[in-house]
Structure formats: structure tokens, C-alpha cells
């Protein structure tokens, strides 16, 4: 994303207590025009309170809300251009379907003629064009989000605001309206802040995500950055599994481009570009996924970062199989997908595994504080 | 996290200053405005009572509470009232268990009809039990005559009766959803390991219920020794607080006397109150847990369901049979005496023009009630001020508080400027509004608790201001808590009898007055008769309040008023 231009919101230096907790701790992020940009973190994290800030619902403490260039911060939700689909849709049960969509335009004072027009174009953007007369009890779940993400389009808020709206839907439904909200997202290229707590929604669904923990911005990336180069242990953590593996810095080759780092299972050798100031004696943790990790038949003594180890456990899950393989006194999971005539393995099956040369590596004083 | 920061519209007219002023106050105005209502007609007369009762012309004395302990008259008074709370609520938990258990878990046939049985007195007001068993066991009574027995209905039996079938709902309603509200799963397995029934109501059903049990238990006390109109008609020569209250103000003129049987008869009152709302609150086993299964319905033992039925039979049949005369004596001469049929009674001048009465203030008491109730319910869940707690308990102690004790406080309240309105219609009204605010108040609450505070958030995000959310999602999202509110505060004011029996002026007569005036002198055709009309507007006024739950799913506890 080209976060070079001017934002279409900025939040600076973003402070919010709630008595003596503190839920926010400075927060400061930029989201372009047209962005969708998730909050993520775990329950508690202030995801949701960064978002209430945003649309005016909860005050800050200090900081600044910026959008297209004016401060709004201090102002009420009806006078900000941001508009909100909440957790519960909170659709209004005395209207139909069409009077929820209009709501906002009739108080803006829109003729009636112009409120059908605008309400209809939004029912066939949701793909409810004929069910504008329901009562709000009348309609399925998925479609009472369609309405609430209808309402808060209708009058094109410059930012759209999504609480956790997918939470109310079961799982198939869930990744139905993920794919149809991202679609209507990106055909009418608004600028949206997404909140959850679910990772895999918060990859799917993103441009960039910005993952929260403990109140404090942990990183900001996009889909890719996240998984791959994660900026510390949480975040490393936070998106799947992962084995760590403790080790410290022997020997930086820079003409091999090569650093040599001593772990529980010996020596291995990494591409010099994962180690950015990292310097001879460092101590750091290698981020291995366990997919990333080929695997096969032990055959013979190992060449440079291959270990053999003995199959302890595995688990057939239909797409792959995720196996737990004891090397030394250690374990460490991989993750074999399924191509058809993949050799499986069975328990106590000898086999050798490759940590490969690009494996992402933490200093290993980024571990943040666990609560 | 619910701050919602609701905020001015922009402009300049003075227009838009006002309603930028009312954007910003109007909660704080609604909370004003209620409190001032609730302390001039709830705390006030209270208030009123408590300083009548020491306060003679030399000023404060505690002479008349010393009065009231050195008399025989006065202090058995204190002691019948307590003898007859305490005998009616035991009874009254063992029935009202029976009446639960055979329609929650006893045969299938049986539930529905048993429940109806239960639930029927809930459309009368409680002396229609008086009126009928004068008319069965009175001095000239049917089964006296016709059996040739010479029972005293005037008497302990006869008061204790008439409660015990006047208050069975209460107990009832509340004994079944104990009941219902555990996992019938804790009984089955109990049978699984090998208990037999009597067992399992034994050591599972009642320890678990028993929480329930208390509550029901002290909530028929205080509804017991509150109850004016049965122990007034067929007390006799008994003394009870709440008719001897009365006599005390018609008779004697004694207020001050009248205030100190008040504050006795008020303090088990609150202290029940209290301890219901706040320290029992909540307690009780949550044994919800897992899949909540309807029981199936299995064969009772003999040995719990014939006893069950001992109990229940009998005073099933004496609701119905209560009912019954009412609606034979209502076109009868003399039931039991001269058979002949006539419309003399229901057509009855008199009876009809306290009917209309009746019918004009319980409008204007629902109408008022429904619009206090529910700006309290509003002010209450979503205003932000402190007192907000004291605003909910001070509003929904006027349901604890005894009639003639309200009566009382409103007579020595409102005689005298600033607030004269003894001999008006608005005394009877907003009588019956503060004491019959709960419901109001407790259907708005519960239909907030329905609907999201992201509703008033949502429209504040669409643009809405203040007034908008207000008047335009708020309100029309809680009326159906509004009809709730309205219906109830009108059925209530219909059968009530204990205060308004203070505040109505000779020449206004009320239905309950009239059915009170037309017992004491033996008219029963006449009393029945327009107890019959007055049942007649409270089931259809109950039928639509059935009906408006169950349209909008609001959670509406019937409370019974005496």
C-alpha cells in the first residue's frame, strides 16, 4: 500500500485509561485511501476501544484522530464521517429493512425520492434488492449484517468502521460474508478499519493488519509481513503455529553472506539477511514454521542444517499431516501437505528434517512482557 | 465502555441553542423532574407517617408508640397480623409446591388445567374470596344451610382460607419457575443411580429449590399481612394492623395512632424488601449447565403423587368453586336461599356508576403510570449520575409498601397546601400510579436489557442527535414495555382496595369500595355482582397484555397488588 501519500486517517500518539487500566499506550498508525487495515490482537488488547475512539464513541485521554487532514478527536459521532457496523448490527427493530438503510439519509433531510433511489442502489450492492420491506426479525443473520453494512455505506462515510461483525455468524456463513464484504470493499474503494480477534480472518481479509497487544502496537504489516517476518515472539506466536529455537550468534561470514548460529541441535548456518545488527555472541530465536520444513527418509549421517529424528506422534488432518518429531531430547512439529503418493510415516519411522537457510530470526530480547 | 458522547448540533438560532441545551441535559432534566415526583409522592408521605406517629401537639413523644405496646387492642393486633402471615405463608409454600411439582413434572393431562386453577384468582381481586366464602359458610351461608352446619366463617379458619386462595398465584408462579429453571438432567440422574421418587424430591428437588422456596415464602408475608380486604370482612371481632388502621382513621379519627400501626405494620414490609432485592438477590443454584432437556414426562410415584393431590384438589376446587358462586350469586337472589334468577344485581345503578369510576381513574392511573415508569426505566439503565441506584429502589419499594400505609401517608400528606388533594380524583390517581410503579418501571428495564446500547450508539454514528434517539429509536423500541406498563398499572388500580379506601370521598365510590361497603352489610348479590363486572375488564385487560408479551417478547412478571 502506498502509505507515502497523505492518509485518509492518521492516529497520533493515541492514550486511553479506563481508571487505573491503561488500554491504550500510545498508539500511531496511518491508513491510506481506499485501505482495509485490520485491528487484531487477543480479547483485552484494546482493539475495540482504538476502534469506539476512532468512530467517537469512547473519548481519548491524549492524542489525535486525523481525518482527511481535520482533527476529530473531540467530536461527537454524529459529526464525524465515519460510520460503524457494530458487533450486534444494533439494527432498529421498529423499521424495515429500507427505513434502517435510510435512517441516516432522512436526517440528513434527503427528499424521499432520492432516499428510495439511494436505499435501492445499496439493497442490490448487498444483494437484498427484494426484501426492503422485511421487519428486522424477518431476515436471516448474514442478511441482517447485509443491511447494517448497507445503513452505514448509505450516507458514503469517508471511513467505514467494522466491529467484529463476522462474530455472530457460523463458520461457513462467516467466510462467505468475509469474502463479500472485502468484494463490496474494494468495488466501492472505502477506506475501512476491520476489527477481530481471529487471525486467519484478520489474513484473509486485509491489506495491511495492525495487531495490538497489551495496548501497544506490536507491528503493522501486511498478510506477509505478519507470518513471515514477525516482528517479535507475540506476534510470531499470534498467527500459527511455530517452533522456536533458541541459539546464539558463533560466526558472521560476510563474504558466504552466511551467519553460523549454535542451537540445542548443533550448528546451523543462515542467510546473513534475516540478521540485521545482530553481532558475534548475540543471543536469538529462530521462527520455524512448520510448514516451512522439509521432510523424508533418514538415509545416512546429515549434511549442513539436517537433523535426523524419530517420528513420536502424528496427527492425519486430510489436507496434511502434522507430525511431532523428537530430535535429541527435543520436538519440533512439522507440517507435510498432502500431493498424492507423499510418503506418511508411521510412529518410530527414523526420518531426517532441513531447517531451511532463510528462516526468520528474533533478537532475543524482543520478547515482549506476557500478562 | 459505554460512553457514548452524544453532542451539540451546529447553528446559531436560538433554536438550536435550545435544543443543543436539551442534547446535552435532557437525561439530567428527566432525572430531576422523577426524583421530585418520587420524593413528593413516594418518600413524602412515608416520611409523613413516620413523624405523625411521634409527633403529638406538645410536640415529639414517644407516647404513642408506649400506647401501642400497653394495650391489649393494639399489640394483638401486631401479634394476630404476624400469627397470620407466618400461617398463611407456610401453607401457602406447601400448596403452592404441590401445585408447581404436579404441573411441571406430573401427569400430562393434568398441567395445563392445574396451572389455569392456579393462576385463575390472579384476574380477581383477593377479597372475592371473602365475599364467596360468606356466601357458602356465612351465617346464612349455602353449605351451612344445606348440611345443616353450624361453621363460623367470621373467624382465624376463614381469613386464612380466603388468603391462602388469594395469594396462591404468587406462590405458585414463583415456586414453578424455580422448578422449571433447573436442569430436569440433576433428577433424572438421581433416578439413574437408583433413588426413588419421594427420595429424589427429597434430597435433590427441594435443597435445590429451596432458595426459591424463601423467596416465595417472604414475599407471601408481606403480601399476607399487607392485605387489607379479607381480614377487614371476615376478621370479626380478630384485630389485625391493616383493617385496624383504617378503623382507627374513620373511626377515632386518630392519626397519630393510625401512623404508629403504620410504621409496625411497614417495618417486616421493608425488611422483607430489602432482604428479597438485595440479599437474596441473585441467590439460588445456576444449574444451567449443558443442554437443557423438557423432561420427559414419566408415571408419578404413589407415594408423592396421592399426597399431591390431597393437597391440590381440594383447594383447586375451591378456587373454582369460589369463582363459580361468584358468577351464580351475581344472578341470583340469594344463592342458596331464593334461587330465582335476576338482573337486579348486575344491573345495579350504584355498582355501575363505581365501575365507570373504577375504569376513569385506572386509565389515568395506567396512563400516568406507563409514562413515569418508563422515563425511570430509561433514566435508570442509561443516565450517568450518581443516586441512580436509590432512583430504582425508591421506585420499586412503593410495591412493598402496604396499602393502608400508602393510604394513610397520602390522607396526612395531602390535606394541606402545598399539595392539597384530599377529595380530588388525582389523589386516587397518582396513589395507584406510585404504588403500582414497579411493573412499569421493571418492563422498561428489562426491554433495555433487550436492545443494545449499539442501537443508540448506531443512530448517534447515522447522524442522530440527542432529541432524535430519543424520540425517534428509543421510544418507539420501548413501547411495547409502555402498553406493558399501562395494562398492568389499569388492572391493578381496578382490584385495589387497601389504599384508595383512605382517599375516596363519600359520592365517588370506586368498584373495590363498593364490593368492600356492599360484603361488610351482607349485600352479596350486589357484591358479587360487580365483582363479576370488575373480573370481566381485568381478563380482557389481562388477555391483551398476554397478547402484547407475546407479540414482542417482553418478559412481563406478573405481580399481584392487594
Redesign the interface.
Known amino acids: 500500500m502506498e502509505t507515502q501519500k497523505t492518509p485518509m486517517l492518521e492516529l497520533i500518539d493515541i492514550y486511553k485509561s479506563?481508571g487505573d487500566v491503561e488500554v491504550l499506550k500510545g498508539i500511531s498508525a496511518k491508513i491510506a485511501k481506499g485501505e482495509l487495515l485490520t485491528f487484531v490482537g487477543p480479547s483485552g488488547c484494546g482493539k475495540?476501544?482504538l476502534l469506539?475512539i476512532v468512530?467517537?464513541?469512547?473519548?481519548l485521554d491524549s492524542g489525535q484522530v486525523i481525518l482527511d487532514g481535520e482533527d476529530i478527536g473531540k467530536?461527537?459521532?454524529?459529526?464525524?464521517d465515519?460510520?460503524?457496523v457494530?458487533?450486534?448490527?444494533?439494527?432498529?427493530?421498529?423499521m424495515t429493512v429500507a427505513k434502517n438503510i435510510g435512517?441516516?439519509l432522512k436526517?440528513?433531510k434527503w427528499p424521499k425520492k432520492k432516499i428510495e433511489e439511494r436505499v435501492g442502489e445499496l439493497l442490490s450492492l448487498v444483494h437484498m434488492d427484494e426484501l426492503g420491506d422485511r421487519t428486522i426479525d424477518r431476515i436471516s443473520g448474514g442478511q441482517q449484517q447485509r443491511v447494517a453494512l448497507a445503513?452505514?455505506l448509505?450516507?458514503e462515510p469517508k471511513v467505514l468502521l467494522l466491529d467484529e461483525p463476522l462474530s455472530n455468524l457460523d463458520a461457513n456463513l462467516r467466510v462467505v460474508m468475509r469474502e463479500e464484504i472485502r468484494n463490496i470493499q474494494e468495488r466501492i474503494g472505502i477506506t475501512t478499519i476491520f476489527v477481530t480477534h481471529d487471525q486467519y480472518e484478520a489474513m484473509s481479509i486485509s491489506d495491511r493488519l495492525l495487531v495490538l497487544h497489551n495496548g501497544i502496537i506490536q507491528q503493522i504489516g501486511t498478510p506477509v509481513d505478519i507470518y513471515e517476518q514477525p516482528a517479535n515472539e507475540f506476534i510470531a506466536g499470534f498467527v500459527g503455529y511455530v517452533n522456536f529455537l533458541e541459539g546464539k550468534v558463533t560466526a558472521i561470514a560476510d563474504e558466504t553472506r552466511t551467519v553460523t548460529v549454535f542451537t540445542a541441535y548443533g550448528n546451523l548456518e543462515l542467510n546473513h539477511s534475516q540478521f540485521d545488527k545482530s553481532e558475534k555472541g548475540d543471543e536469538v530465536l529462530l521462527v520455524i514454521r512448520p510448514e516451512t520444513i522439509p521432510l523424508s527418509r533418514s538415509d545416512g549421517p546429515t549434511q549442513q542444517n539436517t537433523f535426523n529424528g524419530i517420528i513420536e506422534s502424528f496427527m492425519y488432518a486430510g489436507n496434511f499431516v502434522k507430525y511431532t518429531i523428537k530430535i535429541e531430547d527435543k520436538e519440533m512439529i512439522v507440517d507435510q501437505y498432502n500431493p498424492k503418493d507423499t510418503v506418511k510415516f508411521e510412529r518410530g519411522d527414523q526420518v531426517k528434517i532441513t531447517v531451511p537457510r532463510s528462516t526468520h530470526v528474533l533478537p532475543k530480547n524482543t520478547a515482549i512482557e506476557h500478562v | 465502555m459505554a460512553e457514548a458522547v452524544i453532542g451539540p448540533v451546529s447553528g446559531n438560532s436560538l433554536w438550536y441553542q435550545v435544543r443543543a441545551f436539551l442534547n446535552a441535559k435532557l437525561v439530567h432534566i428527566f432525572a430531576g423532574g422523577l426524583f421530585t415526583l418520587l420524593a413528593i409522592f413516594l418518600i413524602y408521605p412515608i416520611a409523613a407517617i413516620l413523624i405523625k406517629s411521634f409527633w403529638g401537639d406538645e410536640g415529639f413523644t414517644f407516647d404513642f408508640y408506649v400506647e401501642f405496646f400497653s394495650y391489649n387492642f393494639y399489640y394483638w393486633s401486631l401479634i394476630n397480623t404476624l400469627i397470620l402471615g407466618t400461617s398463611v405463608m407456610l401453607m401457602l409454600v406447601i400448596v403452592g409446591f404441590c401445585f408447581a411439582y404436579l404441573t411441571t413434572r406430573g401427569p400430562q393431562w393434568l398441567r395445563k388445567p392445574l396451572k389455569i386453577i392456579a393462576l385463575l384468582p390472579l384476574a380477581a381481586p383477593p377479597y372475592i374470596f371473602a365475599i364467596s366464602l360468606i356466601t357458602l359458610l356465612g351465617r346464612n351461608g349455602f353449605i351451612n344451610n344445606f348440611f345443616d352446619l353450624d361453621l363460623n366463617i367470621y373467624s382465624w379458619a376463614g381469613v386464612i382460607t380466603a388468603q391462602c386462595l388469594a395469594f396462591l398465584p404468587l406462590s405458585f408462579m414463583m415456586i414453578e419457575n424455580v422448578l422449571n429453571s433447573f436442569n430436569p438432567s440433576l433428577e433424572e440422574t438421581a433416578s439413574d443411580m437408583g433413588a426413588s421418587e419421594v427420595r429424589i424430591v427429597r434430597s435433590i428437588t427441594i435443597p435445590l429449590a429451596a432458595p426459591g422456596l424463601l423467596k416465595a415464602a417472604l414475599l407471601v408475608f408481606v403480601m399476607t399481612i399487607a392485605e387489607f380486604g379479607n381480614p377487614a370482612i371476615l376478621g370479626g371481632r380478630i384485630p389485625f394492623l391493616a383493617p385496624d388502621t383504617y378503623l382507627m382513621i374513620t373511626g377515632e379519627g386518630d392519626f397519630n395512632m393510625a401512623s404508629v400501626l403504620s410504621v409496625v405494620l411497614i417495618t417486616p414490609c421493608i425488611l422483607i424488601f430489602f432482604l428479597h432485592n438485595y440479599v437474596l438477590k441473585g441467590k439460588g443454584y445456576a444449574t444451567i449447565t449443558g443442554k437443557g432437556m423438557a423432561a420427559e414426562p414419566k408415571p408419578m410415584a404413589l407415594a408423592i403423587k396421592i399426597p399431591f393431590l390431597i393437597i391440590s384438589v381440594p383447594v383447586a376446587t375451591m378456587v373454582l368453586l369460589s369463582f363459580g358462586v361468584i358468577l351464580i350469586g351475581s344472578f341470583v337472589k340469594i344463592v342458596g336461599v331464593d334461587n330465582t334468577f335476576v338482573v337486579d344485581h348486575v344491573m345495579n345503578t350504584q355498582s355501575n356508576i363505581a365501575i365507570w369510576n373504577s375504569v376513569k381513574v385506572s386509565l389515568g392511573a395506567g396512563g400516568v403510570g406507563a409514562i413515569v415508569g418508563t422515563l425511570l426505566a430509561y433514566v435508570i439503565m442509561r443516565g450517568k449520575f450518581r443516586g441512580r441506584q436509590i432512583m430504582e429502589m425508591t421506585a420499586l419499594s412503593g410495591f412493598a409498601l402496604p396499602g393502608t400505609v400508602i393510604g394513610v401517608g397520602y390522607i396526612i400528606a395531602f390535606n394541606r397546601p402545598p399539595f392539597l388533594l384530599t377529595g380530588t380524583i388525582w389523589i386516587i390517581i397518582l396513589n395507584c400510579v406510585f404504588r403500582f410503579l414497579a411493573v412499569g418501571v421493571e418492563a422498561g428495564i428489562s426491554k433495555l436489557h433487550q436492545i443494545s446500547i449499539e442501537i443508540e450508539e448506531a443512530s448517534a454514528d447515522l447522524g442522530a442527535d440527542f432529541i432524535t434517539i430519543f424520540f425517534k429509536v428509543v421510544l418507539p423500541i420501548m413501547f411495547s414495555a409502555f402498553v406493558a406498563g399501562f395494562i398492568y398499572t389499569f388492572m391493578t388500580t381496578m382490584m385495589s382496595l387497601s389504599s384508595v379506601i383512605f382517599l375516596t370521598t363519600p359520592g365517588f365510590d370506586l368498584a373495590s369500595v363498593y364490593i368492600y361497603l356492599t360484603a361488610q352489610l351482607g349485600e352479596l348479590g350486589l357484591a358479587s355482582a360487580t365483582t363479576i363486572k370488575m373480573i370481566a375488564i381485568v381478563a380482557i385487560s389481562f388477555g391483551l397484555l398476554q397478547f402484547v408479551a407475546k407479540k414482542t417478547g417482553l418478559d412481563v412478571r406478573t405481580k399481584q397488588g392487594a
Request: hydrophobic content about 45%; glycine content about 8%; proline content about 9%.
Open positions: 479506563f475495540t476501544t469506539r468512530g467517537g464513541f469512547a473519548a467530536l461527537p459521532p454524529n459529526m464525524r465515519t460510520k460503524m457494530f458487533q450486534s448490527y444494533a439494527l432498529f427493530p421498529h435512517f441516516g436526517l440528513q445503513r452505514a448509505a450516507i
